[in-house]
């Protein structure tokens, strides 16, 4: 977890976290402000929490060392707004089976919580088209991913980091969607992107695919194109049906085997 400020969803996103029905794990915490570090240094009696205060940086520098920090054979990225249901990482975990090379992530859906506490379950839920912190990523890929471009979260890119990233680790390996919905996210906090900032991202996310060098600059424009529209598209409570893009989510989903 990375903090930039505090906001009144921390205490829910951390508690989400120590109440997993899997309880082996080490929670890092990466922040750069006081008010969150005292909270949690107060509040937070768990020795599987670790605090590591961090100078203000843009979120792919922080999230590298947190990266590096990182000691077991699987990673997951939770946001100091949301929250885990009770079963995300025993439900993600049993799809690799005991093997973390199995794949290179497993992707879980993702609910939508309004400010009335209404609760959307997302629609049309892929790989190709998760967010990036409703998945628990394989620690070895992740090993080779740094190792074959020498960073994991790339500095070139501000607003297409986390979609770059899952570019990146999706051409690594396999990756599979577990059908569940196991992730919260709040649309009512300052962490919601509105629809100019998400086509930006993709704007930018079509740079990153050129100027990695993509062996498949279509499918991967596409890619853009879809993690864009479906976070922006479920915030706003629409469906792939509702859009008549049935038979376009088809069309990509077979894209998924040729593109690993």
């Known amino acids: 977890m990375s903090v930039y400020k505090w906001r009144n969803g921390l205490p829910g996103a951390v508690r989400s976290v120590l109440q997993q029905t899997h309880s082996d794990f080490e929670f890092l915490i990466g922040t750069t402000d006081p008010m969150t570090e005292q ?3 107060e509040t937070v009696q768990d020795d599987r929490v670790s605090i590591r205060r961090m100078p203000v940086t843009k979120l792919y520098e922080r999230m590298n060392v947190l990266f590096g920090m990182a000691r077991g054979d699987y990673i997951a990225i939770i946001h100091d707004d949301d929250y885990y249901l009770p079963t995300f990482l025993e439900t993600l975990l049993t799809e690799f089976r005991g093997d973390p090379m199995r794949y290179a992530f497993v992707s879980s859906g993702f609910i939508r919580e309004d400010k009335d506490g209404t609760l959307a379950p997302s629609k049309g839920t892929h790989p190709l ?8 990523y394989s620690r070895p890929y992740i090993d ?8 994991v979260w ?5 607003m297409a980091s986390e979609t770059d990233f ?12 577990c059908g569940q919905w196991l992730y919260v996210y709040r649309t009512y906090t300052s962490a919601y992107s509105p629809f100019y900032r998400r086509f930006q991202n993709f704007i930018e996310g079509i740079e990153v ?4 060098g993509f062996r498949w600059p279509y499918t991967v424009l596409v890619r853009n194109f879809i993690f864009m529209f479906m976070q922006t598209a ?7 049906k509702g859009l008549g ?16």
């Open 39 to 41: 909270y949690l240094g």
């Open 234 to 240: 479920h915030y706003a409570g629409i469906s792939w």
């Open 154 to 158: 790339d500095e070139r890119w501000e």
């Open 245 to 260: 893009l049935e038979k376009v989510r088809a069309h990509i989903e077979r894209w998924d085997v040729s593109y690993k």
């Open 129 to 136: 088209a998760t967010l990036h912190h409703s998945v628990l």
């Open 144 to 151: 080779l991913l740094r190792k074959r471009d020498g960073h």
């Open 209 to 212: 695919a050129k100027k990695n």
């Open 166 to 177: 899952m570019h990146r680790i999706s051409s690594m390996g396999p990756s599979k969607h």
